[in-house]
């Protein structure tokens, strides 16, 4: 399988860990990425209290990009922000008459055109529907048993569009989990919002929909996400919030495709998990036992 691959922003910064574990995992898994030449950001969410047409062009503008150098692929996108971006082009400009014309006459000051059509998946959307659990479980080397995951989506994977899950009870990261052994977490925090795009205005909103994810993952050994403001959003704030409620709510937040490759025999070094700021000692030694008792068995 092949697909063109839209990092965005944070992959090349802060989430370089999701960039990397993400690479690793799709060549085990025998999918090539070919990348978007010159690909630009995508707005995030900074562009449109700009400029609406600003949001509607950046996007589009690594969409045309695509359209004219790999034409006919699906466009991979591992951040939950970039694929809602990418994503909402392609609905925009099918309802809003003359938005596409606007589009191109800005794209057209680097000679290049969209003509719409261009198909966004993200990651999760890709392992879950493309991939597999099957597909998945051959490359499991390591099972994690005994480890129990927490599964997050937060919410732009999901939200607004109902593509490939249900965005009030999403269930496509199960079957990948329970294919890499691990058991899943009883909750229903799953597409519950982390407030990430509150911590700089309304902060105390924010830490309060941290804590109550936090809270909620209790008894679990990790919570896994698939969005790399969701990672630092749970990751960056939880000696703040475990003062501030009085308890230890410190748990590991790992990408999916790091636990996937952590199940997939990778090294550290590959998955990069020395850049995550919370990978408790405890998950360690439990993902340790588990590396040993496959090896004894094989």
Same mark, same amino acid.
């Given at each position: ?7 965005? /922003? ?8 999701? #960039? ?17 030449? #010159? ?6 969410? &900074? ?9 509607? &062009?950046?996007? &589009? ?25 990418? !994503? ?89 989990? !329970? ?22 205005? +309304? ?17 679990? #050994? /990790? ?15 939880? +000696? +703040? ?56 068995? &094989?």
């Amino acid at each position: 399988m092949k697909y063109v691959y839209y990092p965005g /922003c944070s992959l090349e910064g802060t989430a370089l860990e999701y #960039d990397a574990s993400t690479r690793a995992v799709m060549q085990r898994l025998g999918v090539e990425l070919v990348d978007i030449e #010159d690909w630009t950001c995508c707005g995030a969410s &900074a562009a449109e209290p700009v400029s609406y047409l600003l949001s509607m &062009a950046l996007p &589009a503008r690594n969409l045309a990009k695509v359209q004219s150098d790999q034409d006919g692929m699906d466009v991979l996108v591992p951040c939950s922000a970039c694929y809602l971006n990418l !994503r909402k082009v392609e609905d925009h400009i099918r309802k809003e008459e003359g938005l596409l014309e606007q589009i191109n006459e800005v794209l057209s000051v680097e000679g290049l055109s969209y003509k719409g059509g261009v198909r966004s998946r993200h990651l999760l959307d890709v392992l879950a529907t493309d991939m597999g659990p099957g597909k998945i479980r051959e490359q499991v080397k390591q099972p994690l048993s005994g480890v129990r995951v927490a599964p997050y989506y937060g919410c732009q994977a999901l939200r607004p569009y109902r593509v490939f899950d249900d965005p009030e009870e999403p269930r496509s990261m199960e079957p990948i989990l !329970r294919a890499l052994g691990a058991e899943i977490h009883p909750w229903s925090m799953g597409a519950r919002c982390c407030g990430a795009g509150l911590m700089t205005t +309304k902060k105390d909103a924010s830490l309060d929909a941290v804590a109550s994810l936090l809270s909620a993952a209790r008894g679990a #050994d /990790c919570i896994v996400t698939v969005c790399p403001m969701c990672q630092m959003n749970l990751e960056a704030y939880q +000696k +703040k919030i475990s003062r501030r409620e009085g308890e230890d709510l410190s748990i590991s937040i790992l990408y999916l495709p790091q636990l996937m490759g952590i199940a997939f025999g990778m090294g550290d070094a590959e998955l990069k998990v020395d850049m995550n700021f919370v990978f408790k000692p405890e998950l360690r030694a439990k993902l340790a036992s588990t590396a040993s008792r496959s090896t004894r068995a &094989a």
